[in-house]
C-alpha cells in the first residue's frame, strides 16, 4: 500500500520549512507518478484518496495537492513530463528552416497507416479530452485515431464523425471504442445520444463503450449522484442504473495502467496479425528507400543538409 511505503518518510530529517505531512504526501506523490504515468493530477487526487492520503475529493483536497505537485515540478523535484493535461494542448503549425530539414523530419517521421490494410478501422472517442495524454502511449503503438466528444458533441464533430465512417469500403467494419464516466452525461451520452445521432447520420460506426464499465465500479471511489441533480439527465440515470442510482463514478479514478490495459486488449482484439508484420515490413522497406533519397539530396547541395543560400 502507498499509505505504507511512505512510512519511511517519518523517519528522515525535516526539509526546511515542510511539515511531516508535506513529506509524506510528496513521497506518496512520486510513488504514483511514478508507477501509473503518464498520469494527470485528477488521477494523482483519486489516487491518493484511494490510499486514504486525502480525505476526499473535494475542490479543497484537490486544490491542496495540485498546489504541491506544482511545487515538485518547479523545484525539479518531479519530473514534470509525467503529468499530463490535454486540455491544454498547444497546437503549432509546422514549418522548415529549409526543403533538407522537411525531407529528414519525413525520414524520422513517416509511418505507414497500418490500419489500410485490416479489416476493421479502430478509433478511441472520449467525452474529456484530459484523458489523452494518459492513453497516448497505446495511442501512439497502434496508431489509433483518439477524437473527443466534449460534453455532448456537436453536429459537427458527430456528422464529421459518421461521414468518415462511410468513407470505408463495405467489407471493412468501423469500430468506435467509447471511455467515459459512469454519471447522468456520462452515461446517457453513450448508451442514448450518441448512437441515436450516429444512427440518424446513417453511420455504419459499431459503438462500444469500453470504460468505465458496470464491473468496474465496485473498485473505484464514486461520488453522491446528489451533486448531479442539476443535470437534465439525472432522472434518466436513476432509473437506468437501478442498482446504483445514488452514485455516480469518474474515469479518472481508474488507474491509467488499467485503462491503458483495457484499450490496448480492445485495440488489439480487431488486428490481423499476420497483415499488421506485413504493414510494418513494409514500412521498413519504404523508409530505406526515403534515406537514400534524401543522402541523394544532400550530395546534389553539396552534402548540406539544406538548400544552397
Not at 484537490?62 to 494542448?89: F, H, K, N, P, Y
Not at 465500479?217 to 442539476?230: Q, Y
Not at 519504404?286 to 534515406?291: D, G, I, L, P, Q
Request: proline share 4%; with cysteine.
Amino acid at each position: 500500500m502507498i499509505a505504507e511505503q511512505i512510512q519511511t518518510s517519518r523517519n528522515l530529517p525535516r526539509q526546511r520549512g515542510k511539515a511531516a505531512a508535506t513529506l509524506e504526501l510528496e513521497a506518496a506523490i512520486h510513488r504514483i507518478v511514478r508507477e501509473r504515468h503518464p498520469i494527470t493530477v485528477r488521477g494523482v487526487c483519486y489516487a491518493l484518496f484511494t490510499a486514504g492520503l486525502i480525505p476526499d475529493m473535494s475542490t479543497g483536497s484537490t486544490q491542496r495537492v495540485s498546489r504541491v505537485m506544482t511545487a515538485m515540478r518547479e523545484s525539479d523535484a518531479l519530473d514534470w513530463t509525467l503529468i499530463v493535461d490535454g486540455s491544454r494542448a498547444v497546437e503549432r503549425i509546422n514549418a522548415w528552416r529549409d526543403t533538407g530539414s522537411l525531407i529528414r523530419a519525413a525520414v524520422q517521421q513517416y509511418r505507414r497507416d497500418y490500419w489500410q490494410d485490416q479489416p476493421a478501422l479502430v478509433e478511441v472517442w472520449s467525452e474529456k479530452s484530459t484523458v489523452q495524454g494518459v492513453l497516448a502511449p497505446v495511442l501512439d503503438e497502434f496508431g489509433v485515431t483518439f477524437r473527443v466528444m466534449k460534453g455532448f458533441g456537436s453536429f459537427t464533430a458527430v456528422r464529421q464523425a459518421a461521414e468518415d465512417s462511410l468513407d470505408l469500403p463495405d467489407d471493412r467494419d468501423a469500430i468506435a471504442l467509447y471511455i467515459g464516466d459512469w454519471d447522468p452525461s456520462g452515461l446517457y451520452m453513450s448508451e442514448v445520444d450518441l448512437p441515436r445521432r450516429l444512427e440518424r447520420y446513417g453511420s455504419s460506426w459499431d459503438f462500444k463503450r469500453i470504460a468505465l464499465v458496470r464491473d468496474d465500479l465496485n473498485r473505484l471511489p464514486h461520488f453522491p449522484a446528489a451533486t448531479k441533480a442539476g443535470d437534465a439527465r439525472a432522472s434518466w440515470y436513476a432509473s437506468a442504473t437501478s442498482a446504483e442510482p445514488s452514485k455516480c463514478w469518474e474515469l479518472d479514478a481508474m488507474d491509467p495502467n488499467d485503462l491503458r490495459a483495457r484499450v490496448r486488449d480492445a485495440v488489439t482484439g480487431y488486428i490481423d496479425a499476420d497483415a499488421w508484420r506485413h504493414a510494418v515490413q513494409i514500412e521498413r522497406t519504404e523508409v530505406e528507400s526515403m534515406k537514400h533519397f534524401h543522402a541523394a539530396w544532400n550530395s546534389r547541395l553539396g552534402g548540406h543538409d539544406g538548400e544552397r543560400p
